[in-house]
T-cell receptor, first 115, second 111 residues
Framework: ETGVTQTPRHLVMGMTNKKSLKCEQHLGHNAMYWYKQSAKKPLELMFVYSLEERVENNSVPSRFSPECPNSSHLFLHLHTLQPEDSALYLCASSQASRDRHSPLHFGNGTRLTVT | GNSVTQMEGPVTLSEEAFLTINCTYT??????LFWYVQYPGEGLQLLLK?????DKGSNKGFEATYRKETTSFHLEKGSVQVSDSAVYFC??????????FGEGTQLTVNP
C-alpha cells in the first residue's frame, strides 16, 4: 500500500461506545495530523504530531484522544461522543520542518456517524 | 492571523467551459500557496502549489499564479471536463506545519 490509509472507512457508534480510528502512512513523513470535516464548515485542524510529539491541540474536547506510537501510525480514540461529532475525520501526513513548502498528503477519511 | 477566502459555490459549468475559482489570502509572512481537490468519497489531494511571488503552479490543465500585489491565487482551467467535478480548497502555509484552508468551492461540470 502507498500513501495514507485510514480505517475504518465508515463507523456508526452510539454515544456510550468507545471506538478508535486508525491512520497509517507509507510516505516516510515525520508529521501527522487529524482534521475534522463537517458539512458547510471549514476544515478544522484537531491535532498535530511532529516527530511523535503532540505539537498542537486546538481546543478539542477530551472525548477525542489522539495517540501517535511512531511516525507511521496515528490513532484517534473516541468515547462518549455527541451527535454533533458526526463528520468526516481526515488524517494527513507531511515532512515536518521549518519549510513552509511541504504539502499535506491526506487519507480518504473515516465517515463517523454518532447515533 | 492568517486567513483564506474563496469564491462561494456551488459553481456549475458545462463541459469545455472556462473555469475560474477566486482565492485571496491574508498572511503575516511570505506563505506558500496551495490548491487541493476533493473528489466524492475521498480525502483531499494536492492539485498544485506556488512557493513565491509570481510563481505559477500547474497540473492536469489547472493553473494558478501567486500574486503578491493582490494577495490572490486564483485557480483557472481553460476547458473543464465532467471528471473535474469536485470540491476545490485554497490553502496557505507560512509556518511549517500548519495549513490554513479556505472553505472550499463545489464545482459541478455537466456534459
Amino acid at each position: 500500500e502507498t500513501g495514507v490509509t485510514q480505517t475504518p472507512r465508515h463507523l456508526v457508534m452510539g454515544m456510550t461506545n468507545k471506538k478508535s480510528l486508525k491512520c497509517e502512512q507509507h510516505l516516510g513523513h515525520n508529521a501527522m495530523y487529524w482534521y475534522k470535516q463537517s458539512a458547510k464548515k471549514p476544515l478544522e485542524l484537531m491535532f498535530v504530531y511532529s516527530l511523535e510529539e503532540r505539537v498542537e491541540n486546538n481546543s478539542v474536547p477530551s472525548r477525542f484522544s489522539p495517540e501517535c506510537p511512531n511516525s507511521s501510525h496515528l490513532f484517534l480514540h473516541l468515547h462518549t461522543l455527541q451527535p454533533e461529532d458526526s463528520a468526516l475525520y481526515l488524517c494527513a501526513s507531511s515532512q515536518a520542518s521549518r519549510d513552509r513548502h511541504s504539502p499535506l498528503h491526506f487519507g480518504n477519511g473515516t465517515r463517523l456517524t454518532v447515533t | 492571523g492568517n486567513s483564506v477566502t474563496q469564491m462561494e459555490g456551488p459553481v456549475t459549468l458545462s463541459e469545455e467551459a472556462f473555469l475560474t475559482i477566486n482565492c485571496t489570502y491574508t498572511a503575516t509572512g511570505y506563505p506558500s500557496l496551495f490548491w487541493y481537490v476533493q473528489y466524492p468519497g475521498e480525502g483531499l489531494q494536492l492539485l498544485l502549489k506556488a512557493t513565491k511571488a509570481d510563481d505559477k503552479g500547474s497540473n492536469k490543465g489547472f493553473e494558478a499564479t501567486y500574486r503578491k500585489e493582490t494577495t490572490s491565487f486564483h485557480l483557472e482551467k481553460g476547458s473543464v471536463q465532467v471528471s473535474d467535478s469536485a470540491v476545490y480548497f485554497c490553502a496557505l502555509n507560512d509556518s511549517g506545519s500548519r495549513l490554513t484552508f479556505g472553505e472550499g468551492t463545489q464545482l459541478t461540470v455537466n456534459p
